[in-house]
C-alpha cells in the first residue's frame, strides 16, 4: 500500500503542471516573507501617520499565507503626553479569497477587534487631547484639496464579511473643563454581526452587549440590511445609574441628583434608503429609586424622591410623528418645594442655567409631535408646599392620587382628570375634569372640604390687626377655563366656625357659625358675580369704647408707614412713580366689576356693645337678630331692600327696614329702626353723663327714620319714655346745660309716657362730622325749644292758641278776668295730662295803671257809700256822678278852677289820693291768690300743684311793668325751676 502511493507522488511529480504549481507556491511563501510581511509592518505606520499625523505603536504584524489572514498585536496611539489615545490588543482580518472568487466581491471570513481601549478626554483649557489630529487634517486638506467623488449613491462598495466580532475593554470620557472633573466608561462591550453584505439585501444578525457601571448594561440585537438600508431589533438598557450622566452636565443645572437607576427596553425598525424613518414598538421605561435636590441646605428649592416611573407600551414613529404611551405610573412620589409671587421652587430647580431668564426658542415651520397618553397615574404621593405668599405657610399633601386617561396633545380629544388629596390632616381636596391640551380649554368639578380659615392670616395682616383664631372653608365649585385661563366659576360652599380675635387681645371680636352661599357665579370674562343667596348664621360681634374713648376698631388698623425718605430713595421713588404714572396713563381705564346679591339673609345675629368711658360701664346686646336683605347690586339705579328684627338683651324687640345703595359714589340710605321697651335702666351711665342725671327705672320705645342722600343726613325720630324716673343729680363737664327734670315733666303724660320728636341733619361730607355730636346736639335742641316755651306745648296739648304763660287783669284789680279763668281752665286740663308739672304764680304790677286803678277803686268807694251811686251812674259818668265829683272836689279845699269840666274835676281828685307803698305789691300777691284759689277750689287742681312765688322786686328791668301774673313751671321733685332762670 505504501509503495503505492509514493508511487503516485512521485508521478504527479514528474508531471509539469503539478510541478509549476509548487514552484509558484513556493515563490508565493517566498514573496509572503520577504515582502509582504515587511510592507504590511511597515506600511501600517506609515498609511496611519501620513493620514493622522501621528506614530502608531504595534508589535510584528503577522501574515498567514495559507489562510491569507493578517494579525497585529499591541497597538497603541499615544497622545504628546505619553498616555494612548487608544490602543487595541488585537486586530485580525482573515480573507476568503475562495468565496471572493465566488461571488466576485471582496469577502472577508472573519473580522475581529480585540481588547479596544478608547479615551478621548476635553482638557482643563477647553481643547481636546485628539486636537493635533484634527489640525492635521485640516492643513492637509488646505494644501492638497480634492474634488469630491462623483459616486453614484443607490451602490454601494461590493464588500462580504462572514463574521465580525469586536470587543471594547473600555470606551472612556474624561472632562476636567470644570472644577470637579466629570470622568465616565462604557466597559466590557461585546458586539457580533454574521453574514454581513452590502450586496445581498437579507438582513444580517447582530448582537450588542456592554457594561456600564454599577452593575448597568446595554444590549442591543437585531437584523441588519445594508443593501436595504433597513435594520430592525431590540434594545435595553437595564439598571443604569444616571448619576453620571447628572455629573456630565451639572455645570447647566440647579439640582443635584443623588441617585437614579434607569431601565429602557423596546423594539425598534430603522430605514434609511431615501429619509430616515424610524420606528418604536413595544418600549418600556422604568426609573427606579431616584432622588435630586436644589437648593442650600437652609433654602431647599426641591427635595424629591421617587419609588418608581413606569412608562409601559410606548410607541413612536418619524413618519406620523406621534409618540403614545400606553400607561404612565409614577409611584412613592415625595415632593417639598415652595412658591412665591409668581416664582416657584420646582421651575428654579430645572430650568438650564444657560436658559435662565430667556423663553426657548420655537420653530414654527416644524410640525410639532403629537403625544398620547392612553392613561397615567400618581399614586399615593406626598407634597410639602411652602406658599411665601401665606406667611410661609407649609401645605402638607398626603395620600395625592391623581389620574388622567386620553392625553392627547393635538387636541382630537380632551383628557379626563381626576385628583384627590388630603391637606393639612383636616382638609379634603377632589377635583374631577376635562382638558384639551391643544385649545387649553377645560371644565373641571372640585371640591374641598375643611380647609383651615388661619390659612389666610397673612393676607389680612397688612391691613388690620386681626387673628383668625378658627373656622374652616367648604366649597365645591365648577370651574370653566379657556386658553389656560379660569373664565367662569361656579361655586357653592360655606366658612363655619369662624372667630376672629384682635392681635394681642383675649376676647373675639367676630364670630359666625355659618357663612353659606349657593349657586354663587364669577364670570372672569365680563367681570360680573352673581349670587342667588347668601346666608349667615349665628354671628357675633363686638364693639367696645375704651376708657381712652377709642373704639376696638381702631385699634385693628396699622398706622400707615412713614413716607419721609432719604434724599436718593426720595429719588428712586419719584422715578419709579413717574413711570407707574406714564403707564397709567397709557393704558385704558379697567373695566369695573358688576356685582349682584339676590338675597342675603340673616339668622339669630348678635350685636354687642360695651361703653367703658361711662361709669358704670355701658353694656347692650342686639341678639336673634335675623331678617333678608334683597337685590343688591352694584347696578346704582336698583336699590337694595331690607328688614330684619331682633330683640335688646333678649326682651325688648328691635325692628330695622329700609332701602340702600351704597355702590354709588355718595351712598343712598332710608332706612326706618324701631326698639320698644328698652329698658333704661340700663342706660344710667350715658344719662349721667350727657344728661347730668342718672336713671332709676323707665322703658323707651323708639322710631328713628334715617335718611342718606348725597352725602346728607337727616333723620326724624320719634321716642317714647314711659314710667321714666331719673335718680341722683350728677355734675360732668359733658353734661348738657337743660333743666332735664323740667322738660321730662313737660314731656311725660297722666299715664308716665314722655313723647319726644328730635329731627337730625349733617353733611358727612364735612370733615368734622361727627354723628354722635350731630345726635347730642339734636336732642339738647328739642329739650331746650321744650324748656324755654313750655307754655307752647301745654296749649297745643289742649288745642289751645292763648299764650298760658300768663293771667292778665286790669288795673289797680286782682280779679280774674274771663280771659284768665278760660286760661286756667286749659292750664287744668294740661296738668291732668302732664301729673308731672307743678305751676308757680307769680303776681305782678304796672306801677302806673294798677296805681291809678287804685285810686280809681278808692274814688269808686267814696261814691257808692257816700253819694249813693251805683255802679251804672259810674259808668255812664251822668249827672249824678257829676254832682257827686264835684262836691268831693270841694272837700279838698282846692283853689276853684271854674274853667274844668267834670271828667278834669275827678282827674283832679283822683291825684290827690293817697295809696300806701304796700298796697302794688298786696295787688300783685292777691292776683297771684286769686289765681291760686280758682286752681284749687273751682278747679279742684292738688294743692300742692300750685305754688305762689312772693318774690317781686321791681328794680329789676320789666319785674314791676306789667298787670299779669306770670306763670313758671318746674316738676313736683323741684324746688325751684324756671325755663329762664336756665
Known sequence: MKASVGALLMQLWQQRAVTLLFRVYAIYLVVCILVVLPLLNWGAGAIYQQQIGRILHYDLIHFNPFTLAITARNIQDNNSDGNPLWSARRIHIDLSLLQTMIHFAPTLDEVELDGLWLHPQKLANHTWNFDDIRQYRAAQAAANPTPAPV???????????????????????????SAEPFHTSLDNIQ??????????????????????????????????????????????????????????????????????HLNLEGQYQLRWKKDLIWSLEQGQLVMANSKLRSGKASARDVEMSLGELKLSGIS?????????????????????SWSQGGNTGLARAFILKSMAGDAPAVDASNTPWVVMVNKFAL?????????????????????????????????????????????????????????NLASRDGQFATELTALPAAIAQPLLTPYVRVDIVNGQLHTKADVQVRDATPTQIKSSGSITD????????????????????????????????????????????????????????????????????????????????????????????????????????????????????????????????????????????????????????????????????????????????????????????????????????????????????????????????????????????????????????????????????????????????????????????????????????????????????????????????????????????????????????????????????????QVKQVLLEEHGLENKDIKAQNERWQKAVLAEYRKLGLKSDTGLNPVQVHEQWLQTVVIAPEALIQLAAQRSINAKQFLVQQLKVDNSRVLINSNLDCSQADACGRRIVKLDLSDLNQTLSTATDR
Do not use: C
Not at 775 to 793: G, Y
Open 379 to 435: 399614586n399615593d404621593a406626598a407634597v410639602d408646599w411652602r406658599a411665601g405668599d401665606l406667611d410661609q405657610h407649609l401645605f402638607k399633601a398626603r395620600q395625592l392620587n391623581l389620574t388622567a386617561a386620553n392625553i392627547d396633545t393635538s387636541g382630537a380629544s380632551a383628557m379626563t382628570i381626576q385628583l384627590a388629596t388630603s391637606i393639612d390632616e383636616s382638609a379634603q381636596l377632589d377635583l374631577a375634569g376635562e382638558f
Open 151 to 177: 459616486t453614484d449613491e443607490s451602490e454601494l462598495p461590493a464588500l462580504i464579511i462572514n463574521h465580525t466580532r469586536v470587543t471594547i475593554e473600555s470606551l472612556q470620557f474624561t472632562d476636567s473643563t
Open 498 to 857: 369662624i372667630k376672629l380675635r384682635p392681635t394681642a387681645a383675649a376676647q373675639e371680636l367676630l364670630t359666625w357659625s355659618s357663612l353659606k352661599w349657593s349657586d354663587a357665579q364669577l364670570d372672569l370674562t365680563t367681570q360680573q358675580v352673581e349670587v342667588p343667596l347668601l346666608e349667615l348664621s349665628g354671628f357675633d360681634s363686638r364693639f367696645v369704647i375704651t376708657k381712652e374713648g377709642k373704639t376696638n376698631l381702631q385699634a385693628l388698623f396699622p398706622e400707615p408707614p412713614n413716607t419721609t425718605a432719604t434724599p436718593d430713595v426720595a429719588a428712586q421713588n419719584g422715578s419709579i412713580h413717574s413711570s407707574i404714572d406714564s403707564l397709567t396713563r397709557a393704558r385704558e381705564p379697567a373695566a369695573p366689576w358688576h356685582f349682584n346679591l339676590h338675597k342675603f339673609v340673616l339668622d339669630k345675629a348678635s350685636f354687642r356693645f360695651n361703653d367703658e368711658t361711662l361709669t358704670p360701664n355701658f353694656t347692650a346686646a342686639v341678639q336673634n337678630f335675623s331678617g333678608t336683605m334683597t337685590g343688591l347690586s352694584s347696578d346704582t339705579s336698583k336699590p337694595a331692600l331690607f328688614k330684619f328684627h331682633g330683640d335688646v338683651d333678649g326682651y325688648a324687640p328691635v325692628n330695622l327696614q329700609g332701602k340702600t345703595q351704597p355702590f354709588l359714589t355718595q351712598p343712598l340710605l332710608d332706612a326706618r329702626l324701631d326698639f320698644e321697651n328698652l329698658d333704661l335702666g340700663g342706660f344710667s351711665g350715658y344719662s349721667s353723663t350727657y344728661a347730668g342725671w342718672r336713671i332709676e327705672r323707665g322703658l323707651l320705645t323708639a322710631n328713628l327714620h334715617y335718611r342718606l342722600n348725597k352725602g346728607l343726613i337727616q333723620g326724624d325720630n320719634h321716642i317714647e319714655m314711659d314710667q321714666l324716673q331719673l335718680g341722683e343729680r350728677v355734675d360732668d363737664a359733658k353734661a348738657m346745660d337743660v333743666p332735664l327734670r323740667l322738660a321730662l315733666a313737660l314731656l311725660t303724660d297722666e299715664n308716665g309716657l314722655a313723647t319726644l320728636d328730635i329731627g337730625v341733619r349733617g353733611n358727612q361730607n364735612d370733615p368734622g362730622f361727627d354723628i354722635g355730636k350731630v345726635i347730642r346736639q339734636a336732642v339738647r335742641n328739642s329739650l331746650v325749644k321744650i324748656v324755654k316755651s313750655p307754655f307752647t306745648l301745654l296749649a297745643k296739648l289742649v288745642g289751645s292758641k292763648e299764650d298760658l304763660g300768663y293771667l292778665p287783669f286790669n288795673s289797680g284789680s286782682s280779679q280774674l278776668l274771663t280771659t284768665a279763668t278760660r286760661k286756667l281752665n286749659a292750664l287744668q286740663q294740661a296738668l291732668k295730662k302732664r301729673p308731672e308739672l307743678r305751676i308757680e304764680l307769680r303776681g305782678s304790677y304796672d306801677q302806673n295803671t294798677d296805681l291809678r286803678g287804685l285810686r280809681l277803686a
Open 316 to 336: 413612536a414613529a418619524s413618519q406620523t410623528q406621534q409618540l403614545a404611551v400606553a400607561d404612565v405610573q409614577v409611584n412613592g412620589l415625595q415632593l417639598s
Open 191 to 260: 458586539f457580533e454581526l454574521q453574514n454581513f453584505s452590502t450586496l445581498a439585501d437579507e438582513n444580517q444578525p447582530y448582537q450588542l452587549q456592554a457594561a456600564m457601571g454599577d452593575g448597568g448594561e446595554l444590549i442591543w440585537k437585531g437584523n441588519l440590511s445594508i443593501k436595504g438600508a433597513r435594520s430592525q431589533g431590540e434594545l435595553a438598557l437595564n439598571n443604569i445609574n444616571l448619576q453620571p450622566v447628572w455629573k456630565y452636565f451639572k455645570s447647566q443645572l440647579n439640582f443635584t441628583l443623588q441617585k437614579a
